[in-house]
């Protein structure tokens, strides 16, 4: 079975400063991983994922995540954060190799402060 | 694709009625997946599906709760009777394999 454990639960951080939301997880196999963002009174939506190859993905609107094996993360990186980047963000993962449903963190919510 | 489609947006109904909650998945997509997200709980998987098969409900809260996929294109969500408690924001979601999973607007569901 799989775990995912988002280390923070609320991201306070200033307009235009670089923001890390921390994302472990757990897994005896191998895996994929996603982070999703939930603007408010909105569904789930995928900003980035990672499947195989490069360990470093990115999304359209600036973010990044690394895969670190050895280190079980994935962490969400952005080096400037905007107004719009307000939302609660959730880390999944899903083994690769059977049909079972994607494991979410608890979320972390990210306040932008202008 | 349009998306998940899910109908109502909202619902407010008073305790002891049934609720009814609708989801049409992206077409192709052969798994499906209903959630439930509270301020207190957090987003709980409720039951899923594969291929129109009820997989894992371990997640369905009481006996009250009841889901079922006729066919491909649609699945159906019911509360009865429902409760204050099941107030929420329900997510129907769908993805092809371990392609990306999808997710519909949801339903806020208010109970008086």
């Known amino acids: 079975a799989q775990s995912v454990t988002q280390l923070d639960s609320q991201v306070p951080v200033f307009e235009e400063a670089p923001v890390e939301l921390r994302c472990n997880y757990s897994?005896?196999?191998?895996?994929?991983l996603f982070w999703y963002v939930q603007y408010p009174n909105q569904g789930l939506q995928l900003l980035l994922k990672?499947?195989?190859?490069?360990?470093l993905v990115e999304s359209i609107n600036g973010f990044e995540a690394e895969f670190n094996k050895s280190q079980t993360s994935f962490h969400l990186r952005k080096p400037s954060v905007h107004i719009s980047d307000t939302a609660e963000y959730f880390c999944?993962?899903?083994?690769?190799?059977?049909?079972?449903?994607?494991?979410f963190g608890k979320g972390t919510r990210l306040s932008v402060i202008a | 694709d349009a998306g998940v489609i899910q109908s109502p947006r909202h619902e407010v109904t008073e305790m002891g009625q049934e609720v009814t909650l609708r989801c049409k998945p992206i077409?192709?997509?052969?798994?499906l997946f209903w959630y439930r997200q509270t301020m207190m709980r957090g987003l709980e998987l409720l039951i899923y599906?594969?291929?129109?098969?009820?997989?894992?409900d371990s997640g369905m809260p009481e006996d009250r709760f009841s889901a079922k996929m006729p066919n491909a294109s649609f699945s159906t969500l019911k509360i009865q009777p429902s409760e204050p408690r099941d107030s929420a924001v329900y997510f129907c979601?769908?993805?092809?394999?371990?392609?990306?999973?999808?997710f519909g607007p949801g339903t806020r569901l208010t109970v008086l």
């Open positions: 979601a769908s993805r092809y394999y371990l392609d990306t999973q999808y």
């Open positions: 897994s005896s196999v191998s895996v994929y």
């Open positions: 990672y499947l195989s190859g490069s360990t």
């Open positions: 999944a993962v899903i083994a690769n190799s059977g049909n079972t449903p994607l494991v």
């Open positions: 077409s192709g997509h052969d798994y």
């Open positions: 599906f594969n291929n129109n098969v009820p997989i894992d």
